[in-house]
């Protein structure tokens, strides 16, 4: 009975990844870079519901000086910090490339740096700003205060982009870095210099170029919008875009593009998000119009929403540190409780050991070692009902017509025996939430990209590129399967010996971390299971 129940258990973890093994992501279309697009407009998005501004400043006899207009052709600015280089246009004061310096997108000498953002047509730049009742066009020319930046440390510097609407409007963007920090502020400014009162929502446009997931590898197992909207974060399937927009418009706190290690998005501030609308105006291009609050501004006044920018890497610690739940972005499953913590840990243990691999060896120690009191109890429950099989097969040849006769003699043996039929498989139930935890920290932990474990394993987010760790796992999963105590009948036990090949087969292409997990937990159960035969006596 319980070596039923653990068949099932263990059949349905083999579902579950053979259906991602089997069924990947639906493969995109290629960009089509030479394409060209129409300019990308608020035009199709409802108005923004009304609310306070996040920041207003009053100056209503002051008069608003209106700058030059921009002169010649767009420009470009770039800021380098020690983290990242970002490269930014006057042409709607929109960054047109965004390049991580930390992070490469192969492991070895022949990596070149993640390109998170890089556009050449203006209309698909990303931050642009487009108000329709403002009159300002997303693809604006704007002047621009300063040069090109260099920051180191904690210096700081800041970027000042400014354009006069036909009604007046005086709108200033402003651009606030760190050199040792992936958060940028952004401030948006409108100065009335009308004669007449204006209230509209200021449109913030996150253009994200969709590539082939499939010829992108396993960086984009994860990949497309996330909100955090009415507590709760909301992901979007691009296909579905594609059919028709979504919209959000209760408390959002931000909003995402990301893929399995990297993102990039906007943070509230302030309850600076009104409202997100996201769609895909083309097939290689999907648009996040991310709207602020109603802004009233009466003439020769002023007002300001402020958001903050994050575009780096999907590191659990980091992500804490901006606020607003971001972390949250990290898609952990069912059993996130479990996997943040073993996150922690890994980063703790990686301290003192200096290689994720040997983090990842440890930690199935002690998980074996705090689990050793359950497994011994589920191994020995398994021992007893083995022993009683002879008794139990003769109860059902003597009741094999009365079937209820049979199970209460059945649990009448177990009584007298004082056996629990589901000793076995109870406290490896209790286990399960702890293994999926431990699955999912290390399969979406940026943290074992590229980290090489010794010989021939140089990524440990990567499989095994010769297969050497998958088959010795088979191996040692085909020795502690005959090692288990059963019940079964010859038939099923046969059956249960095709669970170790599914499992290497499964194992092949997964990452290389997770197969070291396997392996070594496979190895101290044999162990465990030696223990554990020769102190049951027979």
């Known amino acids: 009975m319980e070596k039923r129940t653990i068949v099932a258990i263990l059949l349905s973890i083999g579902v579950m990844y053979a259906y991602s093994f089997i069924f990947p992501p639906a493969k995109q279309v290629p960009p089509a870079g030479s394409a060209k697009q129409g300019a990308v407009s608020s035009a199709t998005v409802a108005s923004a519901p009304q609310a306070t501004p996040a920041a207003t400043a009053g100056a209503p006899n002051a008069p608003i000086a209106v700058p030059a207009a921009p002169a010649g052709a767009a420009r470009d600015i770039t800021v380098d910090t020690d983290l990242y280089s970002a490269v930014f246009s006057t042409q709607g004061a929109g960054l047109k490339k965004f390049v991580l310096k930390k992070y490469k997108d192969v492991a070895g000498p022949k990596g070149q740096d993640i390109v998170l953002v890089n556009e050449t047509a203006a209309n698909r730049f990303n931050l642009l700003s487009d108000s329709r009742e403002l009159g300002l066009n997303p693809t604006a020319l704007y002047n621009v205060s300063g040069s090109d930046l260099k920051l180191t440390g904690a210096n700081k510097g800041t970027l000042e982009f400014t354009t006069t609407t036909p009604q007046g409007i005086v709108f200033k963007k402003t651009f606030t870095f760190s050199g040792d920090a992936y958060r940028i502020g952004l401030t948006e400014q409108v100065q009335n210099g009308g004669s007449a009162q204006v209230a509209a929502p200021v449109h913030l446009l996150q253009t994200s170029r969709v590539i082939d997931q499939k010829a992108g590898g396993g960086r984009y197992e ?259 399967q005959k090692m288990t105590p059963t019940n079964m009948d010859p038939v099923q036990a046969k059956m249960m010996l095709m669970l170790p090949v599914v499992f290497t087969f499964m194992f092949l292409n997964f990452p290389s971390g997770l197969v070291i997990y396997w392996l070594v937990n496979n190895v101290l159960t044999i162990a465990q299971q030696m223990y554990i035969n020769k102190s049951v006596a027979d």
Request: aromatic residues 12%.
């Open 222 to 480: 994860v990949y497309g919008p996330s909100t955090l909207t009415d507590n709760a974060v909301k992901s979007e399937k691009l296909d579905s875009l594609l059919k028709a927009p979504v919209q959000f418009d209760k408390n959002i706190l931000w909003s995402a593009f990301a893929d399995k290690y990297f993102m990039e998005s906007v943070i509230a501030e302030k309850g600076s998000i009104a409202q997100v609308r996201l769609s895909r105006p083309s097939v290689d291009a999907n648009l996040r119009d991310i709207a602020s609050p109603t802004i009233t501004v009466a003439p020769g006044q002023s007002a300001a929403v402020s958001y903050a920018l994050y575009y780096g890497p999907k590191d659990l610690d980091i992500l804490k540190a901006q606020g607003s739940r971001l972390e949250e972005v990290i898609d952990y499953g069912w059993f996130a409780a479990i996997a943040k913590p073993l996150v922690v840990f890994l980063k703790f243990l990686y301290k003192y050991t200096g290689n994720y691999g040997i983090a990842i060896i440890i930690i199935t120690c002690i998980l074996k070692l705090v689990f050793f009191p359950l497994t011994h109890k589920s191994y020995k429950s398994m021992k007893d009902m083995q022993k009683l099989q002879p008794k139990m097969n003769e109860l059902k040849e003597k009741y094999k017509n009365d079937r209820d006769a049979m199970n209460r003699a059945v649990m009448e043996l177990y009584k007298t025996h004082k056996v629990n039929p589901l000793g076995g498989c109870l406290p490896m139930i209790v286990q399960i939430p702890v293994f999926f935890g431990l699955y999912r920290s290390l399969m979406y932990s940026i943290e074992l990209r590229h980290a090489p474990f010794y010989l021939w394993i140089t990524d440990l987010s990567a499989k095994d590129p010769y297969y050497v760790t998958p088959l010795i796992m088979g191996a040692t999963m085909f020795i502690q």
